[in-house]
T-cell receptor
Framework: KNEVEQSPQNLTAQEGEFITINCSYS?????LHWLQQHPGGGIVSLFM???GKKKHGRLIATINIQEKHSSLHITASHPRDSAVYIC???????????FGKGTLLTVNP | ETGVTQTPRHLVMGMTNKKSLKCEQH?????MYWYKQSAKKPLELMFV???????ENNSVPSRFSPECPNSSHLFLHLHTLQPEDSALYLC????????????FGPGTRLTVT
């Protein structure tokens, strides 16, 4: 069973700051997902990656397969980035995702 | 808007009530999922349907009963729930149930009194 650990659990930042959220997992994976959950519940997929780095706007996701570690970076953070960020991993070619507990990010103006 | 809708968004029910949660996806996907999200816990997979057949029943109590009449609709029928069943119930869909990205609905916030 894959264990997924996220850090930090809570993060407060000032608008404009560079944010990093970390995710570590214990077993080899086929893909890692970063998800965003706003207050109210809905979850949006930000990235799905299996190697290297992906960028979308101010968001950057990286993964190091050897170290079993991924990071989500937010540049020039904004109060609208305030949300819970969830890391999830998939092992093998099946539908099961193992989720981390999430990181609550609050960006103050 | 992810193309997955859920109704109702909020539900309060007593332990003796029977209610149903509904999920509809407008993405042409053929796999649908129910997840439970309790406070301070990771998402838990409850059920998976692929091509309208159940492929996963993740040790969920029988007071939760899923139904998938077609590839666009998924229901979760609830009866004689317990207060500890209060949670956010999320529906998701994907194209195939192997490696593809899952798209989530907004969730139903359920409170059992």
């Amino acid at each position: 069973k894959n264990e997924v650990e996220q850090s930090p659990q809570n993060l407060t930042a000032q608008e404009g700051e560079f944010i990093t959220i970390n995710c570590s997992y214990s077993v080899g994976i086929s893909a890692l997902h970063w998800l965003q959950q706003h207050p109210g519940g809905g979850i949006v997929s930000l990235f799905m990656l299996s190697s290297g780095k992906k960028k979308h706007g101010r968001l950057i996701a990286t993964i190091n397969i050897q170290e079993k570690h991924s990071s989500l970076h937010i540049t020039a953070s904004h109060p609208r980035d305030s949300a819970v960020y969830i890391c999830a991993v998939r092992s093998g070619s099946n539908y099961k995702l193992t989720f981390g507990k999430g990181t609550l990010l609050t960006v103050n103006p | 808007e992810t193309g997955v809708t859920q109704t109702p968004r909020h539900l309060v029910m007593g332990m003796t009530n029977k209610k149903s949660l509904k999920c509809e996806q407008h993405l042409g996907h053929n796999a649908m999922y129910w997840y439970k999200q309790s406070a301070k816990k990771p998402l838990e997979l409850m059920f998976v349907y692929s091509l309208e057949e159940r492929v996963e029943n993740n040790s969920v109590p029988s007071r939760f009963s899923p139904e998938c009449p077609n590839s666009s609709h998924l229901f979760l029928h609830l009866h004689t729930l317990q207060p500890e069943d209060s949670a956010l119930y999320l529906c998701a869909s994907s194209q195939g149930y192997s490696e593809n990205e899952q798209y989530f609905g907004p969730g139903t916030r359920l409170t059992v009194t």
